[in-house]
């Protein structure tokens, strides 16, 4: 069992920053990648970023590139999304999610195995 903790939600304004952490314990030895999903009201869980455990090599989808950036701390089993420029469609539940094995679908929600309980990202206008 992975479990995983997200903390670092807040309301913001547009162009403002926020860094999101989530921390991972149990058989965290176990993980082969980690990734943030977020999900708006009435919308599918969508991908955000992803980082390789071990690598740190990392994914994001066209909608944050640029603006984001996903990093892992391997020695506090601890994952970051810094976001910058913030902008009001970035409102979400932001999700803290970790794979065990390797699955060329990275964006699909259903290829992780542990999720944490979501953190709210508000961003006014």
């Known amino acids: 069992q992975v479990q995983l903790v997200e903390s670092g939600g807040g309301l913001v304004q547009a162009g403002d920053s926020l860094r999101l952490s989530c921390a991972a314990s149990g058989r965290t030895f176990s993980m082969y990648a980690m990734a943030w999903f977020r999900q708006a009201p009435g919308k599918e869980r969508d991908f955000v970023a992803r980082v390789n455990w071990a690598y740190g090599d990392t994914s994001y989808a066209d909608s944050v590139k640029g603006r984001f950036t996903v990093s892992r701390d391997n020695a506090k089993n601890t994952v970051y999304l810094q976001m910058n420029n913030l902008k009001p469609e970035d409102t979400a539940v932001y999700y803290c999610?970790?794979?065990?094995?390797?699955?060329?679908?990275?964006?699909?929600?259903?290829?992780?195995?542990?999720w944490g309980q979501g953190t709210q990202v508000t961003v006014s206008s």
């Open positions: 999610a970790a794979a065990l094995g390797y699955n060329s679908r990275i964006k699909d929600p259903s290829t992780y195995n542990y």
